[in-house]
């Protein structure tokens, strides 16, 4: 080529969940079993949607209107159902004009970062999940920028490592929380909202909050919207149904500006995402149909009540296996659907190894886990994964230097949750013995 196409930003995009997917493809040809404790879909652990929900979603697919581009920011009735959704619970007010329709969260975060100054940064938490961090770290050519999530805390926000970075580093200009958070399961305070408020407010930063998961909390946890705690600092939150109904194939997610009005700089911002959205027409159509007459329907809260409990049974389960295992840091989980666990410093060497019966997985996991300077929790995640046939994500992917793993609260049968924690439970003292 006559230049280099490539900018330097496109080796921040990573996205490890789907990676470890290659691996364990590798390891499935050669007949063992997997059971996938990577990604966040609640579809694929077997979550039947409920009977009246895909009748409603039936119903409008018989409707010729369904079929159609919407309009560029999204179907109005829908985003006025939503910003009365949002109204109601007395936090920042919006119009429906105050949202903006995606082709689900993964299409409003890669825009987010794309329209910001290049030299301006959105500092993220660490673990990061990925989407965030690599299109935030893509769009300033730069190594994702992040605030603790400290294991030794509940996964709270480190507050003054957070305010510190903003406060020497003039380049900060939001701040991006996660809330429950992936990978973690962690879900704010309220005082803690209210002190990132107060930094952002300080700094006259604004606030990106992913929301995707606000609806789902359990083991007694609520958790409040931005809209809830923002006052007059300007912030935008994105939500979605891909985890909530769920929906995830739907690709359909949204963002709510909030005070819009206070910051002309930010409303610039608004618009410029309005913009990239009307050069693109619109977002799926029939998705968007479908909320209002979902999220109306009597059906849906304690629908929605009932799965969480399930949840917080599972996470439960989980913490009753693996909580008490010496070695590890373990935060029981308030919300989304996963659980981030730490092994304690200075317990895993690059000697440990798992026995794996197959010769050739053995072969290929021995290939994988001799690349110069593999980190010690990956070298775990490959000997389980060859060894148990569990598939969990290495935590260091997620730009952090501590050395864990993420795992879901997904799978439906209780049976095979118990087995399967079981079993990591199993893969980790063998492993940390041997
Ligand atoms: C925190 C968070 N935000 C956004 C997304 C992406 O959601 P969507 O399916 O709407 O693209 C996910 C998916 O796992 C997520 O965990």
């Known amino acids: 080529m006559r230049h ?11 996205y490890e969940i789907r990676e470890i997917v290659k691996k364990a493809d590798l390891i499935q040809r050669n007949g063992q ?16 949607v409920p009977e009246w929900m895909r009748t409603i979603i039936s119903d409008l697919a018989k409707e010729n209107a369904s079929y159609s581009y919407c309009p560029s920011k999204g179907v109005i009735e829908t985003r006025r159902f939503l910003a009365d959704l949002n109204n109601q619970k007395g936090g920042a007010q919006i119009k429906a004009d105050d949202i903006l329709f995606f082709n689900g969260l993964g299409d409003a975060i890669a825009k987010a970062y794309q329209f910001i100054n290049s030299n301006l940064r959105v500092i993220g938490p660490s673990p990061a999940y990925s989407t965030h961090s690599s299109a935030e770290a893509a769009h300033a050519h730069q190594e994702p920028l992040t605030y603790k999530l400290d294991p030794d805390n509940h996964w709270y926000p480190d507050l003054e490592d957070l305010y510190n970075k903003v406060k020497y580093n003039p380049n900060i200009i939001g701040i991006l929380i996660i809330n429950p958070d992936n990978p973690t399961g962690m879900v704010y ?25 606000l609806n789902i909390t359990y083991n007694g946890a609520i958790a409040y919207s931005l809209a809830e705690v923002i006052g007059d600092v300007p912030g935008i939150a994105m939500k979605g149904i891909s985890k909530e109904f769920p929906w995830p194939g739907s690709r359909c997610g949204w963002m709510e500006y909030y005070n819009r009005g206070k910051d002309a700089d930010f409303d610039k911002f608004c618009s410029a995402l309005d913009n990239a959205k009307m050069i693109e027409v619109c977002s799926t159509t029939l998705p968007q149909l479908a909320i209002p007459k979902i999220m109306s329907d009597p059906r849906y809260i304690p629908y929605r009540k009932s799965l969480n409990e399930t949840i917080g049974k599972r996470s439960q389960i989980i913490a009753e296996i693996l909580g008490q295992v010496p070695q590890l840091k373990f935060n029981p989980t308030y919300g989304a659907f996963y659980n981030t666990i730490v092994f304690k410093e200075d317990v895993l060497h690059d000697k440990q190894t798992l026995p794996i019966a197959h010769e050739g997985n053995r072969a290929l996991v021995e290939k994988w886990v001799s690349e110069p300077g593999i980190d010690l929790d990956k070298r775990f995640v490959y000997y389980m994964l060859a060894a148990k046939g569990i598939c969990v994500v290495p935590i260091s992917s997620f730009c952090s230097d501590l050395k864990g793993f993420r795992v879901t609260l997904l799978e439906e049968d209780e049976t095979l949750l118990r087995q399967t924690f079981t079993d990591i439970k199993d893969a980790i003292v063998a492993y940390l013995a041997s």
């Not at 408020?197 to 929301?211: C, G, H, P």
């Open 189 to 213: 305070p309220l005082e803690i909202l209210q002190k990132i408020v107060a930094i952002a407010k300080e700094f006259d930063l604004f606030i990106l909050s992913d929301e995707i998961y």
């Open 33 to 48: 079993t997997i059971i996938w404790e990577n990604i966040g879909d609640p579809i694929r652990k077997h979550n039947i």
């Open 4 to 14: 280099k196409i490539l900018s330097e930003g496109a080796k921040e995009l990573s």
